[in-house]
């Protein structure tokens, strides 16, 4: 039943992933937004928040290891979307390379991108820095701090986001089923569609990360393990599909832009949030995790920004660390 339960999750997320990237398209070509904005800030915070209430709530109930899992949730999210993520985005370029005008070269919003890497490896990369369980004086206003520059990021990645996407490389709007289907939908559609689609992942996700936890909780997992690995498997990935469906179509920028804009997001107000109301003490794998996300972001900076490719050893690298952490997480428990 947990398997079943599983499969008919993940058909759901797949169809509301349909259904969200085909609106945020059109919902951000009719605010004029451009293409790299609609990537990194539309779609990413879209499917970015659902996780970062599992932190929220686990911080809220206060209850024996809840703090780990809150933190394991905050540093886990991040670290999965710089590694297995960035890894299997490069991977499904490879495998559409023919589909794909542009084969495994990158097609992206470059300045965003640049940003967007930047962002992630100084703020996440603090974060491990910190690790130490700095004094309330130095947390909350640094926990303040990080929310503050994700709202300094957002007007930046708005003011440059790249040029807006052209009607012609849009698909017609799902929802638009009057057989003279405008070529500019009504925004409120959009917005309808924008909602069911991200209803549906974000429903699926939870019955995906029920059914995991149930299972995870089955065989005895612990807490800080269950947060650092399966609760971002679940909840990160599955809605991610998203940026498997671009990077198939060549929209580089949307695809690169859902996991870099949420790897900003994830190492900002998440962390922000950590900062200001735990002691922020991080146990090894924690501190580990976050050492191997930033190897993870610098790998995607120079492949991708410097290089503009999807390269394979690259592709290996991302799979290679966090399949080293999985190991090594798996051999200390």
């Known amino acids: 039943m947990d398997a079943l339960l599983l499969a008919i999750s993940f058909a759901v997320v797949l169809s509301g992933a349909l259904l969200f990237t085909n609106a945020v398209e059109w919902f951000g070509h009719r605010l004029g937004v451009g293409e790299g904005a609609v990537g990194s800030i539309l779609a990413a915070v879209g499917t970015a928040m659902p996780e970062t209430l599992i932190a929220i709530v686990a911080l809220v109930e206060v209850t024996e290891g809840s703090e780990d899992v809150a933190i394991g949730a905050i540093v886990g999210a991040p670290f999965?979307?710089?590694?297995?993520?960035?890894?299997?985005?490069?991977?499904?370029?490879?495998?559409?390379?023919?589909?794909?005008?542009?084969?495994?070269?990158?097609?992206?919003?470059?300045?965003?991108?640049?940003?967007?890497?930047?962002?992630?490896?100084?703020?996440?990369?603090?974060?491990?820095?910190?690790?130490?369980?700095p004094p309330e004086m130095v947390r909350i206003p640094l926990g303040v701090a990080f929310l503050g520059a994700y709202l300094f990021y957002v007007t930046r990645t708005l003011r440059g986001g790249g040029e807006i996407q052209g009607e012609e490389t849009l698909n017609p709007l799902i929802f638009e089923r009057r057989p003279e289907r405008r070529e500019d939908p009504p925004i409120l559609l959009c917005v309808v569609q924008l909602a069911v689609g991200l209803g549906a992942m974000v429903g699926g996700a939870h019955l995906f990360v029920e059914e995991l936890l149930h299972i995870a909780e089955s065989i005895g997992v612990e807490a800080l393990i269950l947060a650092l690995i399966l609760a971002p498997l679940a909840t990160e990935l599955p809605e991610k599909v998203n940026s498997f469906f671009w990077v198939r179509e060549g929209k580089d920028a949307l695809a690169l832009g859902n996991i870099t804009g949420a790897m900003v997001f994830q190492s900002t107000i998440p962390v922000g949030i950590g900062l200001?109301?735990?002691?922020?003490?991080?146990?090894?794998?924690?501190?580990?995790s976050i050492a191997l996300g930033v190897a993870g972001g610098l790998l995607a900076y120079f492949s991708l920004h410097r290089a503009g490719v999807f390269k394979l050893p690259a592709v290996i690298g991302w799979f290679a660390l966090y399949a080293m952490f999985l190991i090594i997480v798996v051999l200390s428990a």
């Open 80 to 133: 999965l979307l710089a590694t297995l993520a960035m890894g299997l985005v490069g991977l499904f370029a490879y495998l559409y390379r023919e589909r794909r005008t542009q084969g495994v070269r990158l097609a992206a919003h470059g300045p965003t991108l640049e940003r967007d890497l930047l962002f992630f490896l100084g703020f996440f990369g603090l974060a491990g820095v910190l690790a130490w369980g």
């Open 276 to 288: 200001i109301f735990t002691d922020w003490d991080l146990a090894a794998n924690a501190v580990l």
